[in-house]
C-alpha cells in the first residue's frame, strides 16, 4: 500500500479534481507483476493502467489500489469490470470512494464475481493523501491550508517589517513542491503590493497553480507579478468596484465580485465563488492579517509551518496570527499534528486544525 500512495503522489497536481491512485499488480509469491497510476484528469484510472500494461496473464493474481474501485461508467469504463473480466482473484483496497455513485457498488461488484475483497489498509495514510479529493465530496467545500515561514517565537518579520530569509533554501524549496499539489494559490493585495511575488512553480515538471487575489478595493498594480499570465488567475474584490476599474487590468484575469464584511471581503462567500470556480484545494500563501481571518472563520483545514531556529523576540516581531487572542488555554485553537520533518536547519510543521 505504500507503494500504491507513493505511485499515487505521481500524479500530484494534475488530477484534481479527481483523486490521487495508484495500483499494484502481484503474484502468490509477492513477485510485482505490474503497476500503474491515475497520471492524468480524464486519462485511465491507476488499476486500468497496471493491467493493461502487462501482457502477463493475471488469472489468479491480486491487485493492490489505496481507493475503491470504480463501478461507473464516466470518461473510462468500470475498472471493476476489468479486474473481473482478467480474473484477478484477490483485491486489496486502501479505503472506500467517497464518491456516492462508487461508494461500495465497486466492492459489491467485485465480491459478486467471486473475488475476495479486503478493505482499509493503511486507511489513516490513504485519507490523508485523498484529503482534497475527501472534503470535495463529503463538505463541497476546497481544503484550506495555511502556509508560513516563522522564527521560533512564531514571527514571520521583524517591526520595520524585514522578513527575507527567515527559513532557508530547503524550506523554499519545499514551498515549490507545495505550489504543484494544489489547485490555487491565494493571497492578498497587501502582500502582492508589499512583495510583488510571482507565486509561481519552479520545479522540474510542476505546473503553476491558479493565483488568487483577495483586493477589496482594486488597489494592487496592474504589472503585478502575478498577473503575469502563465496560469489562470482570479481576483476577488468588493461588490462595489466599477466595471471601469476592472478594466484596467489584463483581459485574461478573471474577477469575482464578493460582498463585503466589516469593510473586507466575506471570506465564507469568498471560499464558496472560488469553489463554484472548480477549486478544491487552496495553499493561503499571505501575511498574518489573512492568516487570521482563515483561523476566527474557522476556514482553515491544515496548517503548515515552516519553523527556522532563529529568535526575533517578543515585542519586535509580527506574529503568523497577527491580532489573533485566546485568554485561557483551554480556548485555544488546536491541531493535531500529522508530520514534523527536519529540513536542513529548520523544521517544517504539519497539522490539521480540530477545533472548529
Ligand atoms: C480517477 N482515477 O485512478 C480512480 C478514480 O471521471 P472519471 O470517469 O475519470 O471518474 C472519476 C471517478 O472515478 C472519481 O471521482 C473516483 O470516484 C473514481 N476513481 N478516479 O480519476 C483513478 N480510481
Ligand atoms: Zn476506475
Known amino acids: 500500500m505504500r507503494r500504491c500512495i507513493k505511485l499515487a503522489k505521481k500524479g500530484e497536481g494534475r488530477v484534481s479534481p479527481n483523486p490521487l491512485v495508484g495500483a499494484v499488480i502481484f503474484d502468490d509469491d509477492f513477485n510485482i507483476i505490474s503497476e500503474g497510476y491515475h497520471q492524468k484528469y480524464g486519462e485511465n484510472h491507476a488499476e486500468r493502467n497496471a493491467i493493461l500494461k502487462t501482457n502477463v496473464d493475471l488469472k489468479g493474481k491480486s491487485i493492490i489500489v489505496n481507493l475503491e474501485p470504480c463501478s461507473h461508467y464516466g470518461?473510462?469504463?468500470?475498472?471493476?469490470?476489468l479486474i473481473i473480466e482478467k480474473g484477478i482473484k484477490k483485491v486489496i483496497i486502501g479505503m472506500l470512494d467517497p464518491n456516492p455513485i462508487v461508494c461500495g457498488n465497486g466492492v459489491k461488484k467485485l465480491k459478486e464475481a467471486g473475488i475476495e475483497v479486503i478493505v482499509g489498509i493503511l486507511e489513516r495514510e490513504c485519507r490523508e493523501l485523498n484529503k482534497f479529493f475527501l472534503k470535495d465530496f463529503l463538505e463541497k467545500k476546497p481544503y484550506i491550508t495555511i502556509k508560513t515561514a516563522t522564527t521560533l517565537d512564531g514571527k514571520i518579520a521583524t517591526k520595520t517589517g524585514s522578513s527575507k530569509w527567515i527559513t532557508d533554501e530547503a524550506s523554499r524549496l519545499e514551498v515549490q513542491k507545495l505550489r504543484n499539489r494544489y489547485d490555487a494559490i491565494l493571497t492578498s493585495s497587501k502582500t502582492v503590493?508589499?512583495?510583488n511575488p510571482s507565486l509561481t512553480c519552479r520545479i522540474k515538471n510542476g505546473r503553476n497553480p491558479v493565483r488568487i487575489i483577495l483586493d477589496t478595493n482594486l488597489t494592487t498594480p496592474v504589472d503585478s507579478k502575478v498577473y503575469i499570465d502563465n496560469a489562470k488567475i482570479i481576483v476577488v474584490t468588493g461588490e462595489n468596484i466599477s466595471d471601469e476599474k476592472i478594466k484596467k487590468y489584463s483581459e485574461n484575469i478573471k474577477f469575482i465580485k464578493c460582498k463585503l464584511k466589516n469593510g473586507h471581503i466575506d471570506l465564507n462567500i469568498a471560499v464558496k465563488l472560488i469553489y463554484q470556480e472548480g477549486i478544491k484545494s487552496i495553499l493561503v500563501e499571505s501575511g498574518s492579517i489573512l492568516n487570521k481571518a482563515f483561523v476566527e472563520e474557522n476556514l482553515a483545514d491544515n496548517l503548515i509551518q515552516f519553523i527556522a531556529p532563529k529568535i526575533l523576540?517578543?515585542?519586535?516581531?509580527?506574529?503568523?496570527?497577527?491580532g489573533f487572542e485566546r485568554f485561557k488555554i483551554s480556548e485555544c485553537n488546536n491541531l493535531n499534528i500529522t508530520s514534523t520533518k527536519r529540513l536542513k536547519n529548520d523544521i517544517m510543521l504539519i497539522g490539521d486544525f480540530t477545533s472548529k
Do not use: H, L, N, Q
Open 193 to 195: 503590493i508589499k512583495d
Open 75 to 81: 470518461k473510462t469504463p468500470p475498472c471493476a469490470d
Open 313 to 322: 523576540g517578543d515585542k519586535e516581531g509580527v506574529s503568523f496570527i497577527e
